[in-house]
Nanobody, 115 residues
Protein backbone atom coordinates (compact mmCIF):
# COMPACT_ATOMS: atom_id res chain seq x y z
CA UNK A 1 0.00 0.00 0.00
CA UNK A 2 1.02 3.57 -0.69
CA UNK A 3 -0.50 6.60 0.98
CA UNK A 4 -0.46 9.98 -0.74
CA UNK A 5 -1.35 13.35 0.79
CA UNK A 6 -1.48 16.49 -1.34
CA UNK A 7 -1.07 20.04 -0.09
CA UNK A 8 -0.32 23.50 -1.39
CA UNK A 9 -3.52 24.35 -3.21
CA UNK A 10 -5.26 27.66 -2.84
CA UNK A 11 -6.46 30.80 -4.52
CA UNK A 12 -4.09 32.60 -6.85
CA UNK A 13 -4.41 35.36 -9.42
CA UNK A 14 -3.77 34.77 -13.10
CA UNK A 15 -0.05 34.87 -13.76
CA UNK A 16 0.76 33.74 -10.25
CA UNK A 17 2.51 30.64 -8.97
CA UNK A 18 1.81 27.77 -6.62
CA UNK A 19 3.77 24.71 -5.59
CA UNK A 20 1.85 21.55 -4.84
CA UNK A 21 3.33 18.84 -2.66
CA UNK A 22 2.51 15.16 -2.45
CA UNK A 23 3.81 13.40 0.63
CA UNK A 24 4.18 9.67 0.10
CA UNK A 25 4.46 6.83 2.59
CA UNK A 26 4.28 3.05 2.53
CA UNK A 27 5.69 0.82 -0.25
CA UNK A 28 7.37 3.69 -2.01
CA UNK A 29 10.25 1.55 -3.25
CA UNK A 30 7.80 -0.26 -5.56
CA UNK A 31 6.57 2.86 -7.34
CA UNK A 32 7.76 3.29 -10.93
CA UNK A 33 5.85 6.40 -11.99
CA UNK A 34 4.62 9.43 -10.07
CA UNK A 35 2.06 11.74 -11.62
CA UNK A 36 -0.17 14.73 -11.14
CA UNK A 37 -3.69 14.78 -12.55
CA UNK A 38 -6.38 17.43 -12.39
CA UNK A 39 -10.12 17.55 -12.70
CA UNK A 40 -11.89 20.78 -13.51
CA UNK A 41 -15.60 21.27 -12.74
CA UNK A 42 -17.70 19.37 -15.24
CA UNK A 43 -14.70 17.79 -16.93
CA UNK A 44 -12.92 14.46 -16.83
CA UNK A 45 -9.74 13.91 -14.88
CA UNK A 46 -6.68 14.53 -17.05
CA UNK A 47 -2.98 13.85 -16.75
CA UNK A 48 -0.93 16.98 -16.10
CA UNK A 49 2.59 15.65 -15.63
CA UNK A 50 4.44 12.46 -14.78
CA UNK A 51 7.93 11.50 -13.71
CA UNK A 52 9.57 8.10 -13.78
CA UNK A 53 11.72 6.55 -11.09
CA UNK A 54 14.68 7.46 -13.25
CA UNK A 55 13.67 11.10 -13.36
CA UNK A 56 12.23 11.38 -16.87
CA UNK A 57 9.39 13.88 -16.90
CA UNK A 58 6.54 14.37 -19.33
CA UNK A 59 3.89 17.06 -19.51
CA UNK A 60 0.51 17.72 -21.00
CA UNK A 61 0.84 20.19 -23.84
CA UNK A 62 -1.10 22.98 -22.17
CA UNK A 63 1.25 23.12 -19.17
CA UNK A 64 4.61 22.62 -20.91
CA UNK A 65 6.97 25.42 -20.04
CA UNK A 66 4.81 26.53 -17.10
CA UNK A 67 4.68 23.50 -14.78
CA UNK A 68 7.55 21.42 -13.44
CA UNK A 69 7.23 18.05 -11.75
CA UNK A 70 10.01 16.91 -9.45
CA UNK A 71 10.67 14.40 -6.72
CA UNK A 72 12.70 14.64 -3.55
CA UNK A 73 13.92 11.15 -2.71
CA UNK A 74 15.10 12.21 0.73
CA UNK A 75 11.67 13.07 2.07
CA UNK A 76 9.55 11.05 -0.40
CA UNK A 77 7.73 14.08 -1.71
CA UNK A 78 6.64 14.83 -5.25
CA UNK A 79 6.18 18.44 -6.25
CA UNK A 80 4.36 20.30 -8.97
CA UNK A 81 5.65 23.82 -9.46
CA UNK A 82 3.04 25.82 -11.34
CA UNK A 83 3.97 29.17 -12.85
CA UNK A 84 2.10 31.60 -15.07
CA UNK A 85 -1.19 30.17 -13.91
CA UNK A 86 -4.24 30.67 -16.09
CA UNK A 87 -7.95 30.67 -15.33
CA UNK A 88 -8.23 27.32 -17.07
CA UNK A 89 -5.79 25.75 -14.61
CA UNK A 90 -8.52 25.86 -11.97
CA UNK A 91 -9.14 22.30 -10.83
CA UNK A 92 -8.69 19.77 -8.09
CA UNK A 93 -5.18 18.41 -8.45
CA UNK A 94 -4.49 14.79 -7.56
CA UNK A 95 -1.24 12.99 -6.94
CA UNK A 96 -0.94 9.43 -8.25
CA UNK A 97 1.64 6.68 -7.90
CA UNK A 98 1.90 3.59 -10.07
CA UNK A 99 3.12 0.19 -8.92
CA UNK A 100 2.92 -1.75 -12.17
CA UNK A 101 -0.72 -1.43 -13.22
CA UNK A 102 -1.85 -0.59 -9.69
CA UNK A 103 -2.54 3.11 -9.13
CA UNK A 104 -2.68 4.85 -5.78
CA UNK A 105 -4.39 8.21 -5.42
CA UNK A 106 -4.44 11.08 -3.00
CA UNK A 107 -7.61 12.94 -2.11
CA UNK A 108 -6.69 16.05 -4.04
CA UNK A 109 -6.03 19.71 -3.40
CA UNK A 110 -8.04 22.55 -4.91
CA UNK A 111 -6.35 25.18 -7.05
CA UNK A 112 -8.42 28.20 -7.96
CA UNK A 113 -7.09 30.76 -10.39
CA UNK A 114 -9.19 33.89 -10.26
CA UNK A 115 -8.83 37.64 -10.36
Amino acid sequence: QVQLVESGGGLVQPGGSLRLSCAASGRIFSISIWAWYRQAPGKERELVAGITRGGTANYQGSVKGRFTISRNNLDNTVYLQMNSLKLEDTAVYYCAAYEGTMAYWGKGTLVTVSS
